[in-house]
């Protein structure tokens, strides 16, 4: 390949914007039901970036630390890490790609699937993850999204109060703020 045509398809490629989040700004809920109560909780450290190219590729990456998962309740917190052995899989993380209509203006919303794998007690699954992403500016991304996560699909044994399990499927709900990075 000539060097004047690899400099052409170079400036071609569509450039990439790096995002990160915002920790301050961004929540990821779940919700467990019981026959006897329903459990809500709230994932306390958060990690997550993405990459968006002017075509309206997305790759992202989230990822939340199982020691700070936190319902409220210090003992079914406790229960939540030695199930979710927190010590031996120390993150519940989210790896996925989609397409999105790259904004011509803004404010702008957009919906986004993304193809997804999750990684839950070491166990990775597919899953599609629908997502609303708004962009006040170019700058900034505000995602919003609810999906279910199975315990069983990834090997955690669901807990049990009088002999009644919880419900196989997590509902987990994210709103997350990213700032694109300035280089």
Known sequence: MTPILLALLLAQAPQARIFALDPAQS????????????????????????????????????RAQVAALDTGDGNRDANLRAVMEADRFPYVILKGTGQLATPAA???????????????????????????????????????????????????????LLFKKVSDATKVTVDLLLRAERH
Do not use: C, N, Y
Request: net charge negative; no cysteine.
């Open 27 to 62: 929540h990821v809920k779940f919700h467990l039901d019981h026959p006897l109560h329903k459990v809500d909780g709230e994932a306390k450290q958060l990690e997550a970036k993405a990459q968006l190219t002017a075509d309206g590729q997305v790759k992202a990456m989230a």
């Open 106 to 160: 803004f404010p702008a919303t957009a919906p986004v699937l993304l193809d997804a794998e999750v990684d839950v007690h070491g166990v990775k699954t597919p899953l599609k993850v629908p997502l609303e992403i708004t962009f006040p500016d170019a700058d900034t991304a505000r995602i919003h999204g609810t999906f279910d996560v199975s315990l069983e699909a990834h090997h955690v044994e669901r807990p049990s």
